[in-house]
């Protein structure tokens, strides 16, 4: 069972930035595909990004530009990159990964995100 914990989370000012990080526990996060969601209050869970095993980069199309995902291997990590945030930006981020695409297998618990006006 993979176990995945975020952090980085917290308030920020509209126009800001923040890096989420996600470490994943095992020895072959290597091989899993890892992604970032998010949901806000009464809304449903959204795709935000998502990086292959092999590290190709896959966004939803109103984040591109803004969001960049990536992964260290060594350190069992996905991070998200947020900057020029919004207050719509603001939701519960979570980490997420798979073996095969089509089936995200395992969850983080999440970490909220603020963004002040």
């Known amino acids: 069972q993979v176990q995945l914990v975020e952090s980085g989370g917290g308030l920020v000012q509209a126009g800001g930035s923040l890096r989420l990080s996600c470490v994943a526990s095992?020895?072959?996060?290597?091989?899993?595909?890892m992604g970032w969601f998010r949901q806000a209050p009464g809304k449903e869970r959204e795709f935000v990004a998502r990086?292959?095993?092999?590290?190709?980069?896959y966004y939803t199309d109103s984040l591109k530009g803004r969001f960049t995902i990536s992964r260290d291997n060594a350190k069992n990590t996905v991070y998200l990159q947020m900057n020029s945030l919004k207050p719509e930006d603001t939701a519960v981020y979570l980490c997420?990964?798979?073996?095969?695409?089509?089936?995200?297998?395992?969850w983080g618990q999440g970490t909220q995100v603020t963004v002040s006006s």
């Open positions: 990086i292959s095993a092999g590290g190709a980069t």
């Open positions: 997420a990964g798979y073996v095969q695409y089509g089936t995200w297998g395992f």
């Open positions: 095992g020895r072959t996060f290597s091989s899993y595909g």
